[in-house]
């Protein structure tokens, strides 16, 4: 079956610092692949996807490019804020109806 | 501001009383969803409706169930629920399509005493 596998937490860093959060997948046929992102006690809000291989999916200075040879979506930042601190969920999309498997989420810390 | 909107945010039910999570949408999505959220772990698939299809996940307990009764709202009835069902409930909706992404409403917290 379809999983996503993402890089051990939690991530603690430095404001300004540079981010590399990590994260594969295997699935059965073409997956699109999202980036969401989860604020203390809220749902989840999509960050960023990209739907082909080579795409990058790029918002609010986050990117990650999908690479079908790795099957890997790795999110990156140049300078992270204080305000990026959330949880981190990779995930890819399949079938007609979109169905969403998740990673396990990686919760990022950036202190002043 | 279209959205989705789930009410309550929290919930309290007593342990074995049955209970119904509820979730709008103004997106005119055809596709909706429940997924369950436990402690510092992923959202995990319930089910999902396009239109009035419903689709259950295969490993999803029979104590989770769904109405869809027009494509504006959904609900989720727990019917007995257990102290292992206390999570975050999240719904989301989509346009029908493989490339299309989910929108998420803020989730129901529900405990269960």
């Known amino acids: 079956g379809d999983s996503v596998t993402q890089m051990e937490g939690p991530v603690t860093l430095s404001e300004e610092a540079f981010l590399t959060i990590n994260c594969t997948y295997t699935?059965?046929?073409?997956?699109?692949l999202f980036w969401y992102v989860q604020y203390p006690g809220e749902g989840l809000q999509l960050l960023l996807k990209?739907?082909?291989?080579?795409d990058k999916g790029s918002n609010k200075g986050f990117e990650a490019t999908y690479r079908k040879e790795t099957t890997s979506f790795h999110l990156e930042k140049g300078s992270v804020q204080v305000s990026d601190s959330a949880v981190y969920f990779c995930?890819?999309?399949?079938?007609?109806?979109?169905?969403?498997?998740f990673g396990k989420g990686i919760t990022l810390s950036v202190r002043p | 501001d279209a959205m989705v909107i789930q009410n309550p945010r929290y919930q309290v039910t007593q342990f074995g009383k049955p209970v119904t999570l509820s979730c709008s949408q103004t997106?005119?999505?055809?596709?909706m969803y429940w997924y369950q959220q436990k402690s510092s772990q992923a959202p995990k698939l319930l089910f999902h409706?396009?239109?009035?299809?419903?689709?259950n996940e295969a490993d999803t307990p029979d104590n989770f169930q769904s109405r869809r009764p027009n494509t504006s709202f959904c609900f989720l009835d727990i019917r007995s629920p257990g102290l292992g069902d206390a999570a975050m409930y999240l719904c989301?909706?989509?346009?029908?399509?493989?490339?299309?992404?989910?929108?998420f409403g803020q989730g129901t917290r529900l405990t269960v005493v």
């Open positions: 995930a890819l999309g399949t079938g007609a109806n979109s169905k969403l498997t």
């Open positions: 990209a739907t082909k291989a080579d």
């Open positions: 989301a909706t989509s346009r029908r399509g493989e490339r299309t992404e989910a929108f």
């Open positions: 409706y396009y239109d009035k299809d419903f689709n």
């Open positions: 699935a059965t046929g073409y997956p699109s």
């Open positions: 997106l005119n999505h055809n596709v």
